[in-house]
């Protein structure tokens, strides 16, 4: 087959690394072909250098959509791949993957999926990776009258559609700042992000099969490999109690942002429960167990997502009986404008904003300083646009005179609480930091 179509240095590269090695192709092609974009650069790909990456030709190649990307090469996409997509995310662990933003890049008023954190606890299942939905369903049983299998057709058919605009930020984030330490992620500030979720109402679903008065809470399962491959073990598996599930916001979500639920956030269908740590929202969705009980899966017991049932002196071991399930998130903001060590001219006023949020409760007020927190100016503060969106805020600030300065932001929620200056409730997983965000900004 004469390749005589695209004379370009990566597709040459490609065409060599495919000759080399085809097993390996996806490997070796792409760790090379910068991120010039997998899937931008598959798109512009032009025919013989699809056919040298297929090991093909491509007999309709007439009919095929130009910028079609084969599926045969789409199924080649690794986890390394896809985080190399992501655009200044911060890597904590790549087995398995989880991965931060920083706070300037989450200036956006919707998070963009590239910019959202990525916490799995196991491997992104295979269909994920070839964004193959083919066959979905989501089984609804346990506690309920009516046991259901429903495909994405049948939700989107059947169910309101609903849009919504919900946070979601994981229990760990902040981890790395307790003394002593937690084990897991060391998550700073940037496992948290805002994106527009469009899905099914959880409570349509549970509603349509009929909850029995035994319901007491639901249990979430995905089909993610555990990281063993051992196909009888499941990485994570939590619920929320039946009054939590059946709020308004929930949703059984097949889309982000508009576009199908990217591989790594739960493609093709997740949940999306707001306001509650995010290991709630289970990805690659599959099965909702109605309980009558607290679902006692993998993660719901022991330390894992549980605070002391009471106050402890950092460092305390806390026997497991006295461990309870954490539930709303605490208040939170960030500041996503300046980034931190920017300059700012003395006596000029610059814009400092950011978004915060406060779990299953609103942000009520929003304050900054600049002389670590002596006094306090009240910001700016949006309504959010819909229950559990974060809200956004912004603020004047001018520095008086050369020198080192410090902004920190500090939420207050609806019942009164603020955000403290330094890590609050020492837990022995570091879960629910919501001490504030402080950022450098030198006057020059
Ligand atoms: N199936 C499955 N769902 C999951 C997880 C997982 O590992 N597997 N991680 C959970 C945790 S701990 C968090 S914080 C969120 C993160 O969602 P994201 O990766 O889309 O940011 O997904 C949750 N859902
Ligand atoms: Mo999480």
């Known amino acids: 087959m004469p390749l005589d179509e695209d004379k370009g240095a990566q597709a040459r590269l490609i065409e060599q690394a495919y000759a080399a090695d085809p097993m390996d192709a996806d490997r070796t092609i792409f760790g090379r072909v910068s991120h010039a974009d997998r899937r931008g650069f598959l798109k512009g790909a032009g025919l013989a250098t699809m056919s040298a990456m297929l090991g093909a030709t491509i007999p309709f190649h007439r009919t095929m959509p130009s910028g079609l990307v084969p599926v045969a090469l789409a199924q080649g996409t690794t986890e390394a791949a896809l985080f190399e997509a992501k655009d200044g995310l911060t890597l904590l662990n790549d087995r398995p993957i989880n991965a931060e933003t920083p706070p300037h890049l989450?200036?956006?008023?919707?998070?963009?999926?590239?910019?959202?954190?990525?916490?799995?606890?196991?491997?992104?299942?295979?269909h994920a990776l070839a964004m193959d939905a083919g066959g979905w369903t989501l089984t609804v049983d346990g506690e309920v009258d009516t046991e259901l299998t429903l495909t994405i057709d049948d939700l989107r058919a059947n169910f309101e559609v609903v849009t919504y605009q919900l946070q979601l930020e994981c229990g760990g984030n902040g981890r790395s700042f307790f003394q002593p330490g937690a084990s897991g992620n060391q998550w700073t500030f940037g496992a948290v992000g805002n994106s527009e979720w469009t899905g099914v109402r959880l409570r349509d679903v549970l509603d349509a099969a009929g909850l029995r008065d035994t319901a007491v809470y639901t249990g979430h399962y995905g089909n993610d490999p555990h990281l063993s491959m051992d196909p009888a073990r499941i990485p994570i598996s939590r619920g929320v109690p039946i009054d939590k599930a059946m709020e308004e916001h929930n949703l059984i979500a097949f889309e982000m942002n508009g576009a199908p639920?990217?591989?790594?956030?739960?493609?093709?269908?997740?949940?999306?429960?707001?306001?509650?740590?995010?290991?709630?929202?289970?990805?690659?969705?599959?099965?909702?167990?109605?309980?009558?009980?607290?679902?006692?899966?993998?993660?719901?017991?022991?330390?894992?997502?549980?605070?002391?049932?009471?106050?402890?002196?950092?460092?305390?071991?806390?026997?497991?009986?006295?461990?309870?399930?954490?539930?709303?998130?605490?208040?939170?903001?960030?500041?996503?404008?300046?980034?931190t060590g920017a300059t700012a001219t003395p006596g000029?006023?610059?814009?400092?904003?950011?978004?915060?949020?406060?779990?299953?409760?609103?942000?009520?007020?929003?304050?900054?300083?600049?002389?670590?927190?002596?006094?306090?100016?009240?910001?700016?503060?949006?309504?959010?646009?819909?229950?559990y969106a974060w809200q956004h805020w912004r603020a004047d600030l001018t520095l008086p005179q050369a020198g080192y300065y410090e902004v920190w932001a500090r939420a207050t929620d609806d019942r009164g609480r603020m955000q403290p200056p330094v890590t609050p409730g020492w837990n022995p997983r570091g879960y629910g930091n919501n001490m504030m965000h402080r950022i450098a900004v030198f006057a020059v």
């Open 348 to 387: 000029t006023a610059f814009q400092v904003r950011g978004h915060a949020w406060a779990g299953d409760d609103a942000v009520a007020a929003m304050h900054v300083s600049i002389d670590f927190g002596a006094t306090w100016h009240a910001a700016e503060l949006d309504a959010p646009v819909n229950r």
């Open 261 to 339: 639920i990217p591989a790594l956030h739960g493609f093709p269908l997740r949940l999306v429960v707001p306001g509650w740590p995010g290991s709630c929202s289970q990805k690659w969705l599959t099965r909702i167990w109605v309980r009558d009980q607290e679902h006692d899966g993998p993660k719901m017991g022991g330390y894992s997502y549980r605070m002391p049932a009471y106050p402890v002196p950092p460092g305390t071991e806390v026997p497991e009986s006295d461990m309870v399930v954490m539930e709303s998130m605490p208040v939170k903001s960030l500041i996503t404008n300046p980034v």
């Open 106 to 126: 989450l200036d956006d008023a919707i998070t963009p999926a590239d910019r959202f954190f990525i916490r799995n606890n196991g491997l992104v299942p295979d």
